[in-house]
């Protein structure tokens, strides 16, 4: 119930016309329905009917609440109600528009990131700290509110997912896999791969991901524990900078993403690269083409997964 209960509190906070023109002079809306709960508020559906429909929706590989909180649910609205086409929605960069316009200050990000987590270490890895958040939707809100963006992403780097630390920790177990190499972590988030790999011995590290605070929360992580990466804000699908190992850590919860990344981390495996993954069971994992390296038992937050606990696979992306 307190997710619902939050939920309709941010749509009375978020969901109001700019002050601002935007985007040629139409004022942005922000419609903001993080679990899908907001229709029963809409049409007076009962609360206890709402949430019991909610789970039943959900099967196997549903998405965790926070990282639900995308593009079906987070719409910019133009004066016409139509939702507004935006690349962020589609999980790349917008390269249509200014960017620019909708940022905050890389002081103004880590100012934030230090003031809404807390440094902890990490349940499976606890060789890494990393600054993470506590309840998922208050923190969300408070990004919302902080953001200039009509569009604010969720903060997915302010949790150390399973699939990422199952990876981080057998990375850790196996420095050989790493050390004296070129790597990647893609989708870096926080960047607990990234910086396993560094304390594993790579000879460097490129951590990549389209999130503009996920970017600073990495380097504000790599400071903590003392190692080096190179942290890069873009879209690398389709790319190859020659990288001897490529570390994907919980990236298979979205249909497109998958779709798009499935194939070019084959084709980077198919030129020599080392491309491994680590999956609590997300439901766009590729069904084929994969071989098994090891499980891990990852103690995880019910607020983030409703569970308390994943089964996580680290699988080689053969091609």
Known sequence: MGHFIRARQLVRLIERPSAE?????VAIQLEVDPWGLLEGVRDGQNEND???????????????PVKHLGPAHVHARDGSGRAAASPWFRGCPDRGTNRQTWRVTPAERRSFILDNTAAAPTPLVPEITLRTGDLSMPLWEAAALADTRPAVPPPYWAWAWAGGQALARHVLDHPNVVRGLRVADIGCGGGI??????LAGATSVDAIDIEAFAI?????NAEANSVTLEADESDPIGTDRGWDVVLVGDLWYEPELAGRMAPWLRSLAARGALVLTGDPGRAHLPVVGLAELGRYEVATS?????????????LRILV
């Open 21 to 25: 023109p935007a985007r040629g002079g």
């Open 50 to 64: 709402r949430q019991k429909e909610h789970r039943g929706r959900r099967g196997k590989g549903h998405r965790p």
């Open 216 to 220: 600073e929360a990495c380097r504000v």
């Open 193 to 198: 791969v990234a910086i396993a790999a560094a």
């Open 302 to 314: 019910a607020d983030l997964e409703d569970v308390t606990t994943k089964t996580v696979r680290v």
